[in-house]
């Protein structure tokens, strides 16, 4: 069985946790990476001296993080012949429209938002688990619309 490889571009060790938990819900072998930046995520990316690059078949991207936030990593990504065609989907917190209409023009299959819920300061884990579930295995089945 194809091992789907996900690389996970997000800072917020709870929402890392959100999603890993909502992942192994789903009927599909995975493989996970995750990095805290952008910058984190083009090491993967390019791989070095020590580790070979990943190729994942979908990318998971905040847009606020430190060192290289999820607009200037798209960005890069976009630039470079090797890497121009990853699929990627931004899950954030950010309800900026400009954010939102930045990274529709820089090809993100999706945007989702980050809810919390305020009454008991925990992540709402219930959208994760519907993204995960409908547009996540959708995508690593091949069976999303491009």
């Known amino acids: 069985m194809k091992r789907n490889i996900i690389l ?13 938990r909502s992942l192994n819900r789903l ?10 930046n952008g910058i984190e995520a083009l090491n993967l990316l390019k791989g070095d001296a020590e580790l070979p690059p990943i190729s994942p078949d979908i990318v998971l991207l905040d847009l606020n993080m430190p060192k290289m936030n999820g607009i200037e990593f798209l960005k890069a990504i976009r ?23 930045a990274v529709t023009n820089l090809g993100v299959l999706g945007y989702l938002m980050k809810p919390l819920n305020f009454n008991d300061n925990r992540k709402n884990v219930n959208s994760m688990d519907a ?15 491009n």
Do not use: C, W
Not at 131 to 145: A, T
């Open 131 to 145: 993204f995960v579930q409908f547009h996540l295995g959708r995508i690593l089945n091949n069976s999303y619309l």
């Open 27 to 36: 009927d599909t072998a995975f493989e996970l990476y995750s990095a805290f």
């Open 8 to 20: 996970l571009v997000e800072d917020d060790e709870l929402d890392i946790i959100s999603v890993e």
């Open 79 to 101: 630039k470079d012949p090797a890497l121009k065609d990853l699929k990627v989907f931004v899950m954030t917190t950010s309800g900026d429209s400009s954010d939102r209409e």
